[in-house]
């Protein structure tokens, strides 16, 4: 199977598992930021979608010519459900876990922590075969109480736990959608063929 790191191009190793932000976290800490070419290549997205999601709000405003690490995870975040959700419902459900993407304040959790648990529970779904309701359920609440120290807003980790299965189910909904693509491909080649 071929798998990748959601939301980018970049193919999975051990070494994801955990941080799966930590592939990138490098490369934008020695280059000050990603370009908007390299945001491209990392995430498969053109140009002018990326710079369509900050003019909608749905990401910060860039300061310069270079993407921040704030940016890029916001963007990793939206990629990973853009195939299975509405991109304005998107944007909905980051903004009922963190408020407005310009302050933090009110965040309940760091955009790439969320990244980063979320990553985490899609390859133990995907290892364990575990995409059912309550295995994803069970994931979640495990996954969140061994990071509480992480989430600042204790009072709303309700909402972050909900969000987190929507995420989830939206992704394997991404997963199942592409893979029956696939199938209907070969199938409407072998009609055509006849």
């Known amino acids: 199977m071929n798998r990748y790191i959601p939301g980018t191009t ?6 994801a598992r955990d941080e799966a932000f930590s592939i990138v976290s490098p490369v934008l800490d020695a280059t000050g930021g990603l ?19 900050i003019k909608r709000g749905w990401v910060a405003s860039t300061q310069g010519k270079k993407y ?33 993407v310009e302050d933090t304040s009110d965040d309940i959790i760091d955009d790439d922590v969320w990244y980063n648990i979320l990553c ?23 996954e969140l109480e061994q990071c509480t120290h992480e989430i600042h807003i204790r009072s709303d980790e309700y909402k972050l736990h909900n969000a987190m299965f ?7 909904s991404a997963c199942l959608k592409a893979e029956m693509d696939k199938v209907l491909t070969i199938v409407l080649d072998e009609m055509q063929n006849k």
């Open 120 to 142: 985490r529970i899609i390859f133990t779904a995907e290892d364990e075969g575990a995409f059912d309701t309550n295995s994803v359920k069970k994931l979640i609440s495990r």
């Open 68 to 100: 921040s690490r704030k940016q890029v995870i916001r963007i990793l975040l939206i990629n990973v459900l853009r195939d299975s959700m509405k991109l304005d419902d998107i944007a909905k459900l980051m903004e009922y876990v963190n408020g407005d």
């Open 10 to 15: 970049l193919k999975f190793s051990e070494q």
């Open 166 to 172: 929507v995420m989830i189910m939206a992704y394997r």
């Open 35 to 53: 370009t908007l070419s390299q945001l491209s290549k990392l995430t498969g997205l053109t140009g002018s979608t990326i710079q369509n999601w």
